[in-house]
């Protein structure tokens, strides 16, 4: 049984920043392409980042871009997303999914396996 499960989310000021965790389980990840959504209240799910697995490509939308970053550690099965210079409007809750390409997850939002999410709150 995969899981996906999101850590270090919280409420922070203007300009803070956060790392998220994402420890997964059940599958080979260092196999799986690993990806960062988000959903803010009455919005659609949106592309965050994402990670190939190999060789690691990042691909990042265009207003995180110079402040998110997207890590992993295949050792630990955990991927990350170390967020600066937060503003209120990446308040959404965060969803890291597993699939078989970063480069599908960006431009098609698809992935095998979701997890919960993690709430993340950005005070002005």
């Known amino acids: 049984q995969v899981q996906l499960v999101e850590s270090g989310g919280g409420l922070v000021q203007a300009g803070a920043s956060l790392r998220l965790s994402c420890a997964a389980s059940?599958?080979?990840?260092?196999?799986?392409?690993m990806g960062w959504f988000r959903q803010a209240p009455g919005k659609e799910r949106e592309f965050v980042a994402a990670?190939?697995?190999?060789?690691?490509?990042?691909y990042y939308t265009d207003s995180v871009k110079g402040r998110f970053t997207v890590s992993r550690d295949n050792a630990k099965n955990t991927v990350y997303l170390q967020m600066n210079s937060l503003k209120p409007n990446d308040t959404a809750v965060y969803s890291c999914?597993?699939?078989?390409?970063?480069?599908?997850?960006?431009?098609?939002?698809?992935?095998?396996?979701w997890g919960q999410g993690t709430q993340v709150t950005v005070s002005s």
């Open positions: 999914a597993a699939g078989l390409s970063a480069r599908n997850m960006e431009t098609s939002g698809g992935a095998r396996y």
């Open positions: 059940g599958l080979t990840f260092s196999t799986y392409a």
């Open positions: 990670i190939s697995w190999g060789s690691p490509s990042t």
